[in-house]
């Protein structure tokens, strides 16, 4: 279907940023939003059109900003709110928006809702959050955080448990409670009025929870609290009492969500909200189901995801674009190849035509433009992430070896995304003059801003070229999506069509040589972009990508001309 309704955010390219590694301005080695703002002209340069800042609100930092203590106010390590409003006027100033990470699932127990709730079961606070009785003495239900552990923290103040699916110190917010909403509502407003431009909502399909399998004791140990029974009705009051009044963006992370969930959630009328993160592509290699397993993935599990996605959501709902975020692996060390260098930033290219040539709105995360890869780090004292840390006591206490965890941990750990930027090849990456909060990449010296401005071939001009093209082609952003040669175990090929003109892509997984079906496309078509220099006619080369496009008309895929699959 070509007949979407246009709109800024489905135009848009997306740049997300980890404050805390990002850029330090003052010294103390944690990122902040003055080096945000010194950076500004490098994410201009690049495409950007919105930044999606993860939190920066005050937090004790327990989860890296994602425990809340006070929602209006700037966490001491990020600077001030006079602070903010400068960078928002900067990024406003430059053509850019910024979006806000909303976390509302849950907050810090350092709040001071939670402070108050805690202090007796007659507190007005006290229904602000989830709590429950022990049950046949032992927690209420047999859910398990995110994080390792049961989901249920023992109060000793009221002699009851309050559910946390996070970290102990992020106690869960009860969204079945109305003076709840209205409080979180009109922080939103708040935030809206002082001219963000959107949220991306934490965990956001969490925030319903069935009051029955609370205290169901019965449930397998891995239940999920996803999309809940009334997650959408929620939302659709979050939007007609706070969205539908600003023309801004919204994003939903929707774990545990499917394609015709995602329809509710993201439909054209739904309502709600304009797109969801799902998490399917996110476990083609185990990621989210074998949590610390070694990853493997063959190419046909990511074709089969992203096919499902691009043809179920196409003219219903919309998508979003993400190979990696601050909660996963670098992606050319997941899913490209990083063992060398010429491997490195061939895949790293490919890499991006596949998924910004899909559509949807595209997200880059900090480093993607530069190819930045995993962090191998020696010995566990060198994480900081508290999933990392709780996993390998828990696999280690049971007898995991302390090496094999520590392999498993340098593919999966969420601090494989959250080392600091690597802008040149000077101490500490240019990052900070100090000690920094978490170890630099020691890849640092040859993987850079720096080294990627002065070359003119680097991924960075690579991603630049592509967002150039989304801007030029309307068929980028709004052409239907139709799937090529879907059985090829090594190339992803796919279509666009919008009107009489069509784009096709084709990205080579391998360090093979693949053959594909080009000469007719060759004698009727332009390429538009490719990773590298002179194609050969019929064969792409290791992690090879190109797009062409034909101006009037279409062509049969020879695969089907043939009635036979194409050579691989």
């Given at each position: ?98 979006i806000m990470d909303l976390v ?461 699959k194409c050579l691989t």
């Amino acid at each position: 279907m070509n007949d979407i309704k246009k709109a800024w955010w489905k135009e848009a390219v997306v740049y997300q940023i980890y404050p805390r590694s990002f850029q330090d301005s003052n010294g103390d080695g944690i990122g902040d939003l003055k080096g945000i703002e010194r950076r500004l002209g490098y994410l201009k340069k690049l495409g950007a059109d919105v930044l999606w800042l993860c939190p920066v609100y005050d937090s004790p930092n327990d989860d890296n900003g994602y425990d809340i203590r006070d929602y209006q106010k700037i966490m001491e390590e990020a600077g001030t709110m006079k602070a903010f409003d400068e960078l928002l006027a900067a990024a406003h100033s430059m053509g850019m928006k910024i979006i806000m990470d909303l976390v509302v699932n849950h907050s810090s127990d350092e709040h001071r809702w939670f402070q108050e709730s805690r202090k007796s079961k007659n507190n007005p606070y006290r229904n602000y959050y989830i709590w429950r009785e022990a049950k046949e003495g032992s927690y209420p239900n047999t859910w398990r955080s995110n994080f390792g552990g049961s989901a249920w923290e023992y109060d000793e103040e009221t002699g009851e448990y309050y559910l946390h699916l996070f970290s102990r110190k992020q106690p869960d917010l009860n969204w079945d409670y109305e003076p709840l909403r209205q409080e979180i509502y009109g922080m939103m407003r708040w935030w809206l009025d002082k001219g963000i431009d959107g949220f991306r909502m934490d965990v956001i399909s969490y925030i319903s929870k069935d009051p029955a399998a609370l205290t169901d004791r019965n449930q397998p140990e891995k239940t999920t609290a996803a999309n809940g029974p009334h997650v959408h009705e929620y939302l659709r009051e979050m939007y007609r009492e706070v969205l539908s009044g600003y023309e801004v963006m919204t994003v939903g992370e929707t774990p545990d969500v499917t394609v015709m969930q995602a329809r509710k959630y993201a439909g054209f009328d739904s309502k709600e909200l304009q797109m969801v993160f799902q998490f399917q592509l996110m476990d083609v290699d185990g990621g989210e189901t074998d949590r610390w397993g070694i990853p493997s993935f063959c190419l046909n599990d990511i074709r089969k995801v992203m096919d499902r996605w691009q043809t179920g959501l196409d003219g219903k709902a919309w998508n979003s674009l993400f190979w990696n975020n601050h909660d996963q692996p670098r992606v050319v060390s997941r899913f490209g190849d990083d063992s060398t260098e010429f491997y490195r930033k061939k895949s790293a290219k490919m890499l991006g035509v596949c998924l910004q040539m899909m559509q949807g709105t595209p997200y880059i995360y900090q480093g993607e433009e530069l190819g930045m890869t995993n962090v191998t780090f020696d010995k566990i004292e060198d994480y900081r992430d508290i999933d990392t840390i709780n996993a390998y006591k828990e696999y280690t206490g049971a007898g995991t070896a302390p090496e094999i965890m520590l392999k498993r941990i340098r593919y999966r750990s969420r601090d494989n995304a959250r080392t600091p930027m690597q802008w040149d090849d000077s101490p500490n990456a240019g990052f900070t003059n100090s000690t920094p909060w978490i170890g630099v990449n020691p890849a640092y010296t040859y993987i850079n801003a720096k080294e990627a401005l002065a070359d003119p071939d680097s991924i960075f001009y690579f991603y630049q070229a592509l967002i150039r093209l989304r801007k030029q082609y309307e068929i980028i952003v709004y052409g239907s999506y139709e799937p090529l040669d879907q059985e090829n175990p090594s190339v992803y090929s796919y279509k666009r069509r919008l009107g009489k003109e069509e784009l096709w892509v084709f990205c080579n997984f391998t360090r093979e040589e693949q053959k594909i079906p080009v000469a007719r496309l060759q004698q009727q078509s332009q390429l538009l972009l490719a990773n590298y220099e002179k194609p050969y006619s019929e064969s792409l080369r290791a992690y090879e990508a190109r797009i062409y496009r034909i101006a009037h008309g279409s062509i049969t895929h020879p695969c089907k001309t043939k009635n036979k699959k194409c050579l691989t």
